[in-house]
T-cell receptor, first 110, second 112 residues
């Protein structure tokens, strides 16, 4: 089957904005999630968006959803060293379990 | 505080041995999951359970076994049939399988 796709790596200068992209598989997906994984730890749920929304903002995080292109993005404003992590998107539709993307490793350049 | 606990944090296995990784949650979640993560890789689903006394194979179940005798507990056994067990193992739970998953802090398994 199709995979939920993400770029593997992203490097951003401290203080700039980071934009992490995700292409998901099913236009019927009901919820889309962003998780953060710090080194040696489990995944933390950062934010989510319902499929009937185009945008959601939560402090430094902005999620954009383009259903036509099945494209999801996470923008982190004023990126800090503590934002260094792997970011996973995930989709769910109907009663199915979550399908995770391949993960994007965000590196902050001082 | 409610949460999901994995133990031990680090585990070493000798060749030919079975080892069991513990996962306990007190979130009253019905669904539980085991994932494997290799260095620089994403998550791969090993087994999942939607409810007590029931579980299904994920994408890479060969060489692994699970049980779900209690709602709170979903232990994973890495058997000697798993030829490349060195990895980071993550357990997760959710209220139901289509709800967001909550993760433990992982167990890192290495071969001696």
């Amino acid at each position: 089957g199709e995979d939920v796709e993400q770029s593997l790596f992203l490097s951003v200068r401290e203080g700039d904005s980071s934009v992490i992209n995700c292409t998901y598989t099913d236009s019927s997906s009901t919820y889309l999630y962003w998780y953060k994984q710090e080194p040696g730890a489990g995944l933390q749920l950062l934010t989510y968006i319902f499929s009937n929304m185009d945008m959601k903002q939560d402090q430094r995080l902005t999620v954009l959803l383009n259903k036509k292109d099945k494209h999801l993005s996470l923008r982190i404003a004023d990126t800090q060293t503590g934002d260094s992590a792997i970011y996973f998107c995930a989709e769910v539709f109907g009663n199915e379990k979550l399908t995770f993307g391949t993960g994007t490793r965000l590196t902050i350049i001082p | 505080d409610g949460g999901i606990t994995q133990s031990p944090k680090y585990l070493f296995r000798k060749e030919g041995q079975n080892v069991t990784l513990s996962c306990e949650q007190n979130l009253n979640h019905d669904a539980m999951y085991w994932y494997r993560q290799d260095p620089g890789q994403g998550l791969r689903l090993i087994y999942y359970s939607q409810i007590v006394n029931d579980f299904q194979k994920g994408d890479i179940a060969e060489g692994y076994s699970v049980s779900r005798e209690k709602k709170e507990s979903f232990p994973l056994t890495v058997t000697s049939a798993q030829k490349n067990p060195t990895a980071f193992y993550l357990c997760a739970s959710s209220i139901q399988q289509n709800q967001p998953q909550h993760f433990g802090d992982g167990t890192r398994l290495s071969i001696l």
